[in-house]
């Protein structure tokens, strides 16, 4: 992500591959044709939504909980793609392990909605006027 570019730097070159594999698993298995764009753009994406959700979530926003649940929704399947992946090989673990942590992440922002949600708010009483 530092060194975005023109291309989208080594984070696009990266997903690219990715992408273009979760896409084939997503024609092939619901029949939905994922719409083609430059990755450069996706990235782009993901950095806004992770900063615009992270520093509204940090002020105890629901709508800041919302873009990172909405962030890791999009981002989980994509970047670790375990499924695509024998069970034998280290990657697998690897992918594994990081694609249920993001689920747990995924958890706990449902939770933060959830009790933010929940919670009553204070009503404030007005002060009748005072008569004469």
């Not at 060194?3 to 896409?23: C, Q, T, W």
């Not at 992270?54 to 989980?76: D, K, R």
């Not at 034998?88 to 995924?106: G, I």
């Amino acid at each position: 992500f530092n060194e975005f570019g023109v291309d989208g730097g080594p984070a696009a070159k990266s997903l690219a591959p990715k992408f273009r594999i979760f896409s084939k698993h997503v024609s092939t298995n619901t029949g939905l044709q994922v719409p083609v764009f430059e990755i450069k753009y996706l990235v782009a994406a993901a950095i806004g939504m992770k900063a615009i959700g992270g520093l509204l979530f940090i002020f105890g926003s629901s709508l800041g909980a919302v873009l990172l649940l909405l962030h890791q929704a999009i981002a989980t399947p994509i970047l670790y793609d375990f499924y695509n992946y024998d069970t034998e090989k280290k990657e697998f673990a690897q992918l594994f392990v990081k694609f249920t942590q993001s689920l747990a992440l995924l958890g706990a922002l449902l939770f933060f909605i959830g009790m933010k949600n929940s919670t009553p708010r204070r009503l404030v009483k007005k002060k009748a006027p005072k008569s004469k």
